[in-house]
């Protein structure tokens, strides 16, 4: 029979190998689940500004308004800085703005979001086959996220809420500077010209948000995760001899994120 003591020897070296293969990825994937805020907006001109890092590592920033008393507004981003040391330095960024309809409810204190946005990303990826080569583009995301959420429990100082977003990408990306082996005399690698490709695919992302600390400023934790699948794929040029392969490929992303932040509330 497992004891807790057990279960937590189990448990614990698997979570921190999750948390540490995380870092060891940045620059693997072409997108990574979003540590955006969910803000629980309470009333109108109730302001949250959200700011922290991710794990991959990644800087990333929320701000989000209610506009009305049943409207708000949202503008969230990030930014993953790369090394530069290849031909094609690693650089990812995504921005996106939504609005959406809130309701709280002051009994017991729960709020609903129901957000639609856009967003536009860029992204490049070292090594993302077998073969060498940079896999880098651009992809607009078009989604629609429902948030539940409750703040004030037992004390204001404390909130959690979950999030579940539904998307979809419509990607562009190219292939660059793959290398393979040159003709056995010479032993040398010959560059072999990459191709384009579209692709939309659908993707899910679960959250989750846990703020502490004071009636205004709070530590937001926000563990996220995400899913996507390919639906269909457009190839707008081939010239090497992996056409097969790369037409069926699924882009790298990673299933798992987590953001820590700073989140303020200004309010009326």
Known sequence: MYTSRSLNRILVPQILLILISGLLFNGCAIYYPQT??????KEKKELRVDGGISLFPAINGTVSYGLTDKIAVQLSGNLMPGAAHYSNPLFQYLINGAVGYYKYNPTN???????????NGYSTVYDYTYHSGTLLGNY?????????????????????????????????????????????????????????????????EPAFSIKLGSDRLMFNIKPSFCYMKQISNNIDQFTNEYTHYDNHYNYPYLPFGIGFSLNYRFSK
Request: charge should be positive; hydrophobic fraction near 40%; aromatic fraction near 16%.
């Open 36 to 41: 955006t805020d969910i803000p629980l907006i």
């Open 109 to 119: 204190n729960w709020t609903k979001e129901l957000y639609v946005g856009i967003g």
């Open 140 to 204: 607009q995301v078009y989604y629609v996220q429902g948030n539940i959420g409750r703040r004030g429990i037992k004390h204001k100082f404390f909130e959690y809420a979950f999030g579940l977003k539904l998307g979809l990408m419509n990607s562009h990306f190219a292939v660059q500077d793959v290398y393979d082996l040159g003709s056995p005399s010479n032993g040398l690698y010959t560059l072999k010209t990459g191709h384009i490709f579209n692709k939309l695919i659908g993707f899910i």
